[in-house]
């Protein structure tokens, strides 16, 4: 028997005690798992900086290592998402709809645990919590497998997990980390069809890419985000700078950060200089349209099909002034990944047509793309977003951890 059909095995094992676990159990191993994560701060980033140094040598870019860095206050902050998840409403066992048929047959529609779910991701240890508190609030066992750029970080957040959930008498197979790194044990993973009900890849496009051409395993695509904000004719400048700045600026290497900018032609020889003395303060790069480069000169470089196509997650973006908003839509329609488009204006009338006929997760008028997040949107901390359109689309929270049973109650009624 392999590895990985050992951690599988194992993770069977204890599906249907998972599965059966009350909300009050759950919460008791989430709670446990939050004051653990507090209590061994130190060692947690003791094991960070092995990752965060082997970053440095392996030449890694800045806006990775900081997807990779925790410190006391990332900490703090994973396990506070863990507290908020406590808080949010169990959705096993809710009863989605009910109905009596003229046979008398009662029927219910009712929420269960998806199962045994697999979970490649890169960069971001903490992602590891995360998955594995949402995991275990929707009663589902998970198998994590991180990149090996976080192999220490997390081993280390696996550990103390497991400790935590067996402290209080919940099976720690519930959470298992995937410790050997190797391209054949993630092969292995991905047609684990025996024992993993679905599999969830977090990451880059090529990582995503890697995991629906190989795998066996039913896959929910995640993550990749080539996010647009449009600039219409009518949007209030000094909004379209706050909105675009913070999208491209306040995080670079998430995927709900843009990475296109597009602006109407009436505006742009206002609008872009105003966004571009913005992008200063953080020596964003600028790739531009013909048009664009005519209005702010030198240093910004000709974009190019690959640029529009390009998910940069740096301090990186690419620029093109269109004529009108039907430019725009087809302008998202053609490099859009279908994750987080937002449009600035003071028209109504554009407003709906922008969030009818654009097809991504999330529409946004007026407000940053940087909202797409299962917190921001009150469903706790989230596996990924969600960016096809097959059982869950979006931030994916606790219910889209979830599938449906049908319980029929009857009184000897046959066909």
Do not use: W
Not at 81 to 107: F, H, K, Q, S, W
Not at 224 to 231: E, F, P, R, S
Not at 288 to 296: F, P, Y
């Amino acid at each position: 028997m392999s590895y990985t059909e050992e951690l599988g095995q194992r993770a069977k094992a204890v599906e249907s005690a998972v599965a059966a676990a009350s909300t009050t159990q759950k919460n008791k191993a989430l709670a446990a798992i939050s004051a653990a994560l507090i209590a061994n701060t130190e060692l947690i980033i003791a094991e960070n900086a092995k990752d965060m140094a082997a970053a440095k040598e392996n030449g890694i870019s800045e806006s990775l290592q900081d997807r990779l860095r925790l410190d006391e206050s990332r900490i703090a902050g994973i396990a506070k998402g863990v507290d908020e998840l406590i808080a949010l409403n169990d959705p096993i066992g809710e009863i989605i709809e009910g109905i009596t048929r003229p046979n008398g047959m009662r029927i219910a529609k009712t929420r269960v645990p998806l199962g045994v779910i697999g979970i490649i991701y890169e960069s971001r240890p903490n992602v590891t919590v995360d998955a594995a508190a949402l995991c275990l609030k929707a009663g589902n066992v998970v198998i994590l497998k991180g990149g090996k750029e976080a192999i220490n970080s997390n081993i280390c957040l696996g550990r103390i997990m497991r400790e935590a959930i067996a402290s209080t008498g919940m099976p720690a197979d519930a959470v298992q980390v995937v410790e050997n790194t190797s391209r054949e044990t993630t092969n292995e993973l991905m047609r684990l069809n025996k024992y993993l009900d679905v599999l969830i890849p977090r990451g880059s496009g090529r990582l995503i890419q890697a995991v629906l051409n190989t795998a066996t395993v039913p896959v929910i695509e995640t993550g990749v985000g080539n996010c647009h904000v449009y600039v219409d004719s009518s949007a209030d400048l000094e909004m379209a700078v706050d909105i675009a700045d913070n999208g491209k600026t306040q995080r670079p290497s998430v995927c709900n950060a843009i990475e296109n900018l597009l602006v109407h032609k009436d505006c742009a020889d206002k609008f872009l200089p105003m966004i571009a003395e913005r992008f200063k303060a953080h020596s964003v790069k600028i790739y531009g349209c013909d048009r664009t480069i005519a209005i702010l000169g030198e240093g910004i470089e000709k974009a190019t099909e690959q640029e529009y196509a390009t998910e940069f997650l740096d301090y990186v973006i690419s620029v093109k002034v269109v004529d009108d908003i039907d430019e725009a839509v087809a302008h998202i329609a053609k490099y859009g990944t279908k994750h987080s488009e937002c449009i600035v204006t003071e028209s109504l009338a554009n407003a709906e047509k922008f969030q009818r006929y654009v097809d991504a997760a999330a529409v946004y008028v007026n407000a940053s793309t940087r909202f797409t997040d299962g917190g921001e949107f009150g469903l706790g901390a989230e596996i990924g977003i969600s960016t096809q359109k097959l059982h869950a689309r979006g931030p994916m929270g606790l219910r889209e951890l979830t599938t449906v049973k049908y319980l029929i109650n009857g009184n000897g009624q046959i066909r």
